[in-house]
């Protein structure tokens, strides 16, 4: 079974930070194949940036795709322009601090999380990707939420003080994917 | 088993590079390969090696020559128009028989192209990485995994051939991550004794009588007779080609890809044998030397066609794969360059057009 | 009887019964001769390696005994950044001329200069292309003919000579630079000492060392030998004066 995702939003957003932790967690916690595929552009500070995750637990062949299974845009650039490469019965999750705009399909299921305005509220505004990433995982089980806490646990060793607030704002956002799966 | 470990894929490169024994490296900065160089300017200094940024291309791949000369371990990367500007000094390194280890990270052309992943250098990897009519031993992964072993084998093969290795990726697996395996870490000792074995033809001074001379070209007959010596070397390359022959024991529809075209090929063809349509594929890990051998000794009773799967227009290992084949049976291709990604699905769309006229 | 005393023996940097083939009245002879005395008197010819240039320069490699290999057009200065990178006990030089170092290698050789490369570089300047016969080098004289520049070199189309020493000397990194020639004895004596401090100088570990030796090449200016000299005194020494750019190390003592 492989799993085709994208994230997309504004550089700043911690939207590469976001795939490369849900990648580098599911390769570290399983036997599972993971690729992550940031899009590159010219270097240039502000502009909009996406990447792309697959699992799966056969051999992967592209790490991009145009059908995916899970879009997660951050903001309304990355939803008018990605939203048609996600495949019918396909899952948006949606940054709805930012993204205020209806979406215009009804083959897709769609999650709304208000991750900017929530992290503002915990008054961690730079977790909005950590939250956004436990509202995926709660909303499809994409891999054990054991994964991801390792993963913040590994990714913040060095700056340890950092790990409780972060396993927190993924729990919570973990929660909100949850009531909506 | 050694722990598995989420890299890049050029980061990948550059540290298998050095538990090779890679202790030189010159490099200038092109994108998608930059993160080569930078890992490297880290992590050189830390084992006793040298990094330099080269004012050009031109210039790195010259002081690759010079290092590769003293009998180390050396290698670069570039990618796509910074490999053309790679001629002069791979020429130079192949007419001098000296082992080197360069990297193409290939991006979309021809000039400056894009600076998305592309497969557009084959025929300029595989046939004249410069003038004069050398060869190189030239290897394809089509994973970080194999980008990893492949680079770490590099070394040895270069060395045992005193000749150059290229390892031709693009940015799909330059700037993928994956999880990988890393080598053991070759140890001083056998860094010592690959240097010994070269030292005689080393540029690093000798006791009077003992000159050597790295000899990139000759006068006289002298060219000729080393060009005598390179030939026969190439054709010991027989042993070393490989290829992975996927599913192809009752395959009637053949997909042939090198790289990144040939891992999504492989999930596009299992996708089809849920279909029940009787795919396989013929992936040359080694693009030079090529297996022939392999196409050549298909089943054409069996076999109703060939899918050439390139990101690059016009196709270009098609040229291989044409010479081989000789109009057995007919070859589709699905293409993209110019940096357009290839994906599963239209590589699918592509076979199921085709199958729908051989089978 | 007094006891005899040997005052002078050639070189062995040079192999042994090897007869210069160089045009007449071309000093690359002779500074050939005095790298392998340079190098001989500090007891290094078994760490020498030569980075030969493409040009005349290149046919040093029939003549010299040291290790050695040949760059291509113009990159002797970044062959040499990776030789001398990975042996760092080595002595290295480049040999290059005008068209080598100053026009197809102007980067490599800026860009040595500037990251003060630990090696030496023997710059043959005489101002014209050799041994592709007698075109323009970038050092060629305002006015003088050469087979790409028939009515003279015109600095409205041309542009004007480069003086390398002049202008590296504008780095901050390089060591040593001076520049000589072999027009005469006494000349001859300095060029050996310069090469002989600019080795010193890479020994020690102080970084990159450049001697330029302004030289005569009658075959290709036209002019026989000794006209050649003196064309070489009263229009190559004008434009490129002879003398001592820059030397850390004098200033240090």
């Known amino acids: 079974m492989e799993r085709n995702m994208m994230i997309a939003g504004f550089g700043g957003q911690g939207v590469m930070t976001m795939g490369k932790l849900l990648a580098e967690a599911t390769s570290q916690a399983t036997d599972l194949n993971v690729t992550f595929f940031p899009s590159y552009g010219a270097a240039m500070r502000g502009g909009t940036s996406n990447c792309y995750v697959v699992i799966s637990d056969e051999p992967i062949g592209a790490p991009v795709s145009y059908n995916l299974e899970d879009l997660v845009v951050m903001n309304g650039p990355s939803l008018r322009k990605f939203l048609p490469n996600l495949k019918p019965g396909g899952t948006l999750f949606v940054n709805s601090t930012i993204v205020t705009e209806e979406v215009e399909r009804d083959d897709i299921k769609i999650v709304k999380a208000p991750a900017t305005q929530m992290a503002i509220d915990i008054n961690n505004p730079r977790a909005l990707n ?24 590994h990714k913040f060793q060095a700056k340890p003080h950092l790990i409780e607030p972060n396993v927190d704002a993924f729990k919570m956002g973990l929660e909100l994917g949850r009531q909506q799966k | 088993m050694a722990e598995r470990v989420f890299m890049k894929g050029t980061e990948a490169i550059a540290e298998a590079a050095v538990r090779a024994g890679c202790r030189f490296f010159a490099g200038y900065p092109i994108t998608p390969q930059n993160e080569i160089p ?16 080269g004012e050009s291309e031109v210039a790195s791949v010259n002081m690759l020559y ?16 910074g490999i053309s500007l790679y001629s002069e000094g791979v020429s130079y390194c192949a007419s001098a028989r000296i ?14 192209g894009a600076i998305q992943p592309a497969q557009q250098d084959y025929l300029q990897a595989t046939k004249a990485s410069g003038n004069g009519g050398f060869r190189m031993i030239v290897l394809a992964p089509d994973s970080v995994q194999e980008c990893v072993d492949m680079v770490y084998e ?24 994956e999880p990988v395996v890393l080598p053991e870490m070759r140890s001083d000792e056998e860094l010592k004794a690959f240097r010994e074995k070269f030292m005689p033809r080393a540029i690093v001074g000798h006791p009077l009588g003992q000159q050597a001379f790295c000899r990139p070209g000759s006068v006289g007959d002298g060219q000729e007779q080393e060009n005598i010596k390179a030939a026969a070397m190439y054709e010991t390359w027989d042993k070393d080609v490989r290829v992975e022959e996927y599913m192809m024991d009752d395959a009637e529809i053949v997909f042939a890809a090198y790289g990144i075209s040939a891992r999504i090929s492989r999930a596009v063809l299992r996708e089809l044998r849920k279909q029940g349509i009787k795919a396989g594929m013929i992936r040359p890990i080694t693009v030079s030397p090529f297996p022939y051998d392999a196409f050549r000794n298909l089943d054409f009773d069996r076999v109703k066609g060939i899918i050439d799967v390139e990101m690059s227009i016009p196709a270009q290992m098609r040229w291989d794969i044409d010479f081989a084949v000789q109009n057995r049976v007919p070859v589709k291709e699905v293409l993209r360059s110019g940096g357009q990604l290839l994906t599963n699905d239209q590589v699918m769309n592509g076979a199921m057009e085709f199958i729908k006229e051989v089978l | 009887m007094a006891e005899e005393k040997k005052v002078y023996t050639r070189t062995k940097g040079i192999i042994e019964g090897a007869v210069s083939g160089f045009c007449p009245g071309c000093m690359h002879s002779t500074v050939h001769k005095l790298i392998g005395e340079a190098a001989e008197e500090l007891g290094a010819l078994d760490k020498l390696v030569r980075v030969e240039g493409v040009g005349c320069c290149g046919l040093g490699q029939f003549y010299v005994t040291c290790d050695e290999t040949i760059a291509a057009h113009g990159r002797a200065g970044a062959v040499a950044t990776g030789v001398k990178r990975s042996s760092p006990d080595s002595l290295v030089y480049t040999y290059q001329g005008d068209g080598d170092l100053a026009a197809i290698g102007l980067a490599e050789t800026m860009s040595a200069a500037n990251r003060g490369e630990n090696f030496t570089v023997i710059f043959v300047n005489n101002g014209i292309y050799g041994m592709t016969g007698g075109q323009m080098a970038p050092t060629t004289l305002v006015g003088m003919k050469s087979t790409t520049t028939p009515k003279g070199r015109d600095p409205e189309e041309h542009g004007y000579p480069m003086h390398m020493s002049e202008i590296i000397n504008q780095l901050t990194a390089p060591y040593y630079i001076e520049r000589v020639s072999c027009d005469t004895a006494q000349h001859v004596i300095k060029a050996r000492k310069a090469i002989k401090k600019a080795f010193q100088y890479q ?18 200016w036209g002019l026989d030998t000794l006209k050649s000299l003196d064309f070489l005194r009263d229009k190559m020494f004008t434009e490129y004066p002879l003398g001592v750019f820059r030397d850390k190390g004098a200033e240090e003592k």
Do not use: H, W
């Open chain 2, 99 to 112: 082992p080197m280890v360069y990297v193409n990270v290939q991006r979309g052309g021809p000039g400056i």
């Open chain 2, 154 to 177: 590099a070394f040895d093969l270069a060395e045992r051939d005193q000749n150059p290795v290229l390892l031709l990726t693009d940015g799909v697996m330059g700037t993928m991550m």
């Open chain 2, 66 to 81: 010079g290092a590769a000369s003293t009998g180390i371990r050396a290698m670069s990367s570039s990618s796509s128009c």
């Open chain 1, 130 to 153: 950590v939250i956004m990433l436990g509202v995926y995982v709660g909303a499809t089980d994409a891999v054990p939420e054991e994964v991801i806490v390792k993963g913040i646990e």
């Open chain 3, 203 to 220: 020994l020690e570990g102080r970084g990159y060392c450049l001697v330029e030796i302004v030289t005569s090449c009658p075959t290709n």
């Open chain 2, 38 to 53: 930078e890992y490297m300017a880290r992590r050189l200094p830390e084992v006793g090696g040298s990094f330099v940024q």
